[in-house]
């Protein structure tokens, strides 16, 4: 099963695994079992809907003979009065004397629970005990006892193993729980020679961000000769883009990596129009975004100057030659430039004076970060 799901228009993370369900309900049965014994033959009443796989396997984790019915909880408002009714929907079986053990699938803050139990304390029923497979503490106001918890949880929403989201979810076979976009997810951008690697270690740290640089990665290809090293080095060193199919590929690799971090930020990527259509679709499927383009705006004059220099250290065969430099800032222009645009359209473009010191630029940007 995947990690992460998407139920109408929420999305979801894997939370409580199947065994794990498992074998809260198999120590569940054993503890209702030890308590009860052989002696008598107990009713175990499940609520409807959530409850209904958990009462299946509950039953079949019990090891003596015992039955099941299931009830469902209608509320109706009174003729009379102006409160809420509450009855009971489906009970048929005459509990006289019979030890009833209410099987719940969640008790978040009691409300329900406290309803079916007032119904219950009014049956001659010779005891009553209650058993909810999810339990979440912080929320739980009332009073009353429960007798037997598998897992307690976190006030966080949660659905699979017969709890739903609008009326999906329940056949999922682990616990799920709702995912915030949680991730803070940067696009750091501008021309080559803009300063993007030099100012991306500085928010990486600030930020604790990963930073994906898709240049420093094909150059580590290169270094270390793999085949996405071979392929790339002969666009690369005259200063074209690598094929989009094989950036886009690698960086996949990259996001798949480190979803389960504070956020990204990517530098060199996208730098084509089909790069920034990918990488939204391939976040929204994973329940996050891009929140913001942030631009370093630098005169090309400075950007030559810079690479240049760069060069003279860097040794990079893309940064010591000027005819290499001018067809990366042409790339750059007909293919790059266009992102702009594509993220003004979706008010998440913010451009950045990247001229002065390093530093100077450095604050500008965490000006823009801070309020994401
Ligand atoms: P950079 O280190 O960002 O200046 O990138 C150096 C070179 O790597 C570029 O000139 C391209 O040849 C290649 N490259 C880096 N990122 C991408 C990308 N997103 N798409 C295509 N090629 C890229």
Request: with cysteine; aromatic share 10%.
């Amino acid at each position: 099963m995947k990690h992460t799901i998407r139920l109408h228009d929420k999305f979801f993370k894997k939370y409580i695994p199947h065994n794990k369900i498992k074998k809260a309900v198999k120590s569940i049965a054993n503890q209702v079992y030890n308590d009860l014994g052989d002696k008598e033959v107990p009713i175990f009443v499940g609520i409807l809907n959530g409850s209904f796989i958990f009462a299946a396997d509950f039953i079949r984790e019990y090891p003596a003979d015992c039955e099941v019915s299931f009830v469902k909880l209608a509320s109706y408002e009174g003729e009379n009065s102006t409160g809420q009714v509450h009855e009971l929907v489906g009970l048929s079986e005459d509990l006289t004397g019979r030890t009833v053990v209410i099987l719940e699938d969640i008790i978040d803050t009691g409300n329900t629970l406290a309803k079916i139990y007032d119904i219950f304390e009014h049956l001659p029923i010779k005891q009553l005990k209650l058993a909810s497979l999810f339990f979440k503490p912080d929320i739980f106001k009332k009073s009353l006892h429960i007798d037997y918890i598998g897992i307690s949880i976190p006030d966080k929403f949660i659905v699979g193993y017969g709890l739903d989201y609008n009326g999906l979810g329940r056949n999922l076979k682990s616990i799920y729980q709702i995912k915030a976009k949680t991730m803070k997810n940067i696009v750091l951008f501008g021309p080559p020679g803009a300063g993007k690697g030099t100012q991306a270690t500085s928010l990486k740290d600030y930020y604790n961000l990963v930073h994906i640089s898709t240049g420093d990665v094909f150059r580590y290809n290169i270094k270390n000769n793999t085949d996405l090293g071979l392929l790339a080095k002969s666009f690369m060193d005259i200063g074209d883009l690598v094929p989009d199919e094989l950036t886009i590929k690698m960086l996949k690799e990259e996001v798949k990596k480190n979803l389960d971090t504070a956020g990204i930020l990517f530098d060199g990527f996208p730098r084509t129009a089909l790069q920034a259509k990918v990488l939204d679709t391939f976040l929204t499927k994973k329940g996050e975004e891009i929140k913001a383009m942030v631009a370093l705006e630098v005169d090309e004059d400075e950007l030559i100057k810079r690479l240049l220099k760069r060069g003279k250290t860097s040794g990079r065969p893309d940064d010591q030659d000027e005819e290499k430099i001018r067809n990366r800032f042409d790339e750059y222009n007909t293919k790059t430039a266009i992102l702009k645009k594509f993220y003004k359209a979706q008010g998440k473009y913010y451009g950045v004076n990247g001229m002065g010191s390093i530093e100077e630029i450095t604050e500008r940007l965490k000006k823009v970060i801070d309020k994401l």
